[in-house]
Structure formats: structure tokens, C-alpha cells
């Protein structure tokens, strides 16, 4: 099978396994806020297992914390969608578990001296609190109907997978990335059903996965600080929309604010890494 | 009197005998130091089904045991800087060291540490072994061949040895591409000259 072909099969096969779960939560609306977190987490398992196999646990290999942080994530994901009168939890939650969670991806880093203690711990604290703000600072666009959300959310992943492809030099962290994009996209057709919202869990799933994608190229592969740090400044880029004097504005400005900037300055930052990539050697290497 | 004398001198004798003879067999096993500017790690892996990439790694350092009477008491230990791959491009050099391939961040050393040598003819040996890269660790099993003794312009006494075995890395939790892009099997070859310790 070429790989094209096993690419798009994956990708499909891990959208249907979200849609399917955002499906069940759009019916059994008590439900909603796990199904919407279980969509994004089972899809990225889904999408894991096919490009990577099957991971060790405990890993081995500390990159295969992401598959397993997909799953340990979930409680986070369902506090995400609990009522506003407990929003704390969710939030104190969050961060806490953030704190727990992006701590064993990045032990081996300072274990093998590839970090000094002091910088590593501050990585790793760093890249929870940011992780964190924005997980809260995101989560509440998945209450918004519609296709906004999907489609911006989509198009994260796909300015990520550029930046860990041709920045990061990792095919696989970006493979997963782009297509934990098209995951969450599958939010867009379902977004023509009467009421359908992905619900806040999913949002703070995806986000959590992405920063944990990122993270991961930053610590093992390629990826810059000032890379990072862009990807994560696009990432907040839907969040614009729940800024108060943005949410006056009709809906199609709304939308095309953040959809500009991630399709203006992501693309701009796509081609730079990219010819950043080609000028390190004369000849293209297509992985 | 003069028996209890002769008599523990006949120990003495004895004991000295097999002191002599255990140093005798001791001396039987050599040690050499594996020479990183004669020495050569090469594999090649199949790329999209159709032509074959090779490469190898530059930096690496070891020891082989050569018992040539008792080959059993042979042994070689060997360690390879994962960093020091090289397969003529940069761009694929930096994309084998990262977590698709060899993520040398985490594990920055592939190790081979022998544990049985056995005999299989005046020129060949059979070395199993384990393997260990990525943080896991596979027995291999490889036919080394003698190729050589002599000594270098420093009138060092040297010797080489060459290996090749094919391997699969999906056993090492190195998958990526493994659904089209790059095959399984990757065949490697030592070939390794050693100086005299």
C-alpha cells in the first residue's frame, strides 16, 4: 500500500473514531462532555497506534508518553465540560494534572544530562503552565456551535505539521499532528447538525495534544524554543474569538480574524522553516 | 624429619605446576582494542521498496577477547555513539537521530556485548550476543570471519574480523515508515581490526 494511501486511511480511520464518539455525545446530550473529550482521545490512539505501534508501558521511550498521556488526559478533558457552578475544579484540575503529566515525557532528558536540572525542571514547569492557560483559555470555543472551531483547530494541526516536518525534521510527530488536526476537522461536517458542538473537552484534549507534540520535537527532535513559542502564540489564535469586543462582530469577521492569522503568518512560518530546511543541503530529502 | 621437607616441597611443586599451567591459559586470550580509523559499522535498509540507502556510524569504541585455542572464551564488547550516523545527507542525518529512528537525546549509545563464541571452522566463528539500541535490548546472533593478523607501522600486532547480519528494526520500537516508506530488515557490517593490548 503506498504510503499516501496508508496516510489517508489513517487519518480516516482516526476521524471516524472521533466522530463517531462526538456523534454519541450530540444525542445523549449527559454524556456530551465525556464523548467530546473521549472523540479527541480515542481518535489520537487510534491515530498513534497506526504510525507509531504499539507503545510500551511504562515506556521505554520517552516519546511514547504521548500516546498514553492521550488517555490519562481524559479526566481532564470530561472536568473541562462540567457545569460553570464547578468551573474551579476544572481549572485547579488542569493545571495540576498538566503539572503531573508533562513531567515524565522529559525525565529522561535530564537523566541523560541532556538538560541540566535547573533548565529542565523549568522546561517542564513551563511547558505545564503554558499548556494549562491554554487548555482554560481555549476550552470554551468548544461550546460554540458551528464550524468555527473545528476548522481553526484543523488548521493549527496543519501549520504544526509543517513546522515539525520541515523545523522539528520529525515525519512522525508531524504526521500526528496534522492529522490530530483532521481529527478535531471532522467537527466541520458534523457542525451542519441542528445544535452539534464539540464541547469543550475536546477542545482541551486537542490543545493539551498538540503542546505535548510540540514539546516532545522541542526536548527529542528538532523543533527551536522561538518555534515553539510561535506555534503556541497560532494556537491561541481561535481564542481571539471569545475576546469581548471580538464577540460583538458578525460572525463571518469573527471567524476570518483568526483564520487570516493562522493562514497569513502560519504559512509565512511554514515557508520560512522550509527554506531553512532546503538551504541546510543542495539536495531535497523527502524522508 | 626430612620427609615432612620433601614432602611439602612435592606440594609446593605441584601447586606452582598448576599456577603455571592456569597463567599458561589465561595467556591464551588476547585482548584487543577496537581500532575506530580500520574499523567500519555500514548497514543498508530498502527505501520505498526500491533502492538500497546505506550509511554508518563514525564514532565507536570496544574490545574483542580472542582466545584462539578456546574460542568460547572469546568475547567482544562494543559501543556505538548513535550521534555519529552518517549517510551523506544532513537533513536524513538529523531525521535519524530523532525520535523516528534513533532518538539519541534519550539514547545516545547502540551497545553489543557478546555472551557465546563458538566454532565453527579454522576461519569462522558463531557470536551471539545482545543488542541493545533505543533502550531495548534483542539477542543477535552473527558469523564472524578472520580475515587477517599482522602488525601495523608502529609494530603493533593487530587483527580483523568482519560480520554481516541482517536485523529488524520494528524489534528495536523503530517503526517509522515501516508501511511502505523504508523495510523492516536492515543488514549490517562490522568489519573491525584491533590492536594488541
Known sequence: MSVVIESALTAGLASLAAGLFWLLGWRLRRAHALMSALGVSVGFLVLYWRVQGRPDFPPIDATQWVFWHALFVLPLGWLAGIGASYRWVWVWGALLGALWLFAPPFLPLLESGFWQMPVGVGYIVGFALATWLLMTLSAPLGEERGLATPFLIALVGGVSAGVLFYGGKSASLAQLAGTLGAVVGVGVPLAFLRGFAIGRGAVAVAMFLFMLLWTTALGFANLTLGQLALLYLLALTPALRLLPFVQRWSPIARFALPAAILLLVGGAFVGIAYNAYMAQSGDYYSY | ?197
Open chain 2, 1 to 197: 624429619m626430612m620427609r615432612k621437607h620433601t614432602r611439602g616441597l612435592a606440594y609446593l611443586t605441584v601447586l606452582a605446576m598448576l599456577v603455571g599451567s592456569l597463567q599458561s591459559v589465561q595467556a591464551q586470550a588476547v585482548t584487543y582494542r577496537i581500532d575506530p580509523v580500520h574499523s567500519f559499522i555500514i548497514f543498508r535498509v530498502k527505501h520505498l521498496n526500491t533502492g538500497f540507502a546505506y550509511g554508518r556510524f563514525n564514532t565507536f569504541s570496544g574490545t574483542i577477547v580472542v582466545d584462539e585455542r578456546n574460542p568460547a572464551n572469546s568475547s567482544i564488547e562494543l559501543e556505538i555513539d548513535a550521534n555519529s550516523v552518517d549517510t551523506g545527507n544532513s537533513q536524513r542525518d538529523d531525521h535519524l537521530r530523532n525520535p523516528d529512528f534513533f532518538n539519541t537525546r534519550q539514547f545516545p549509545k547502540i551497545t553489543f556485548k557478546s555472551t557465546r563464541v563458538r566454532k565453527i571452522n579454522d576461519t569462522t566463528v558463531e557470536v551471539q550476543g545482545n543488542l541493545t539500541a533505543r533502550g531495548v535490548t534483542r539477542p543477535v546472533t552473527a558469523r564472524v570471519t578472520f580475515t587477517g593478523k599482522g602488525r601495523n607501522q608502529r609494530g603493533q600486532e593487530i587483527i580483523g574480523f568482519e560480520t554481516t547480519f541482517t536485523i529488524r528494526r520494528s524489534q528495536f520500537n523503530i517503526n517509522y515508515g515501516l508501511n511502505g516508506g523504508l523495510a523492516d530488515e536492515v543488514r549490517v557490517t562490522f568489519a573491525v581490526e584491533g590492536i594488541r593490548q
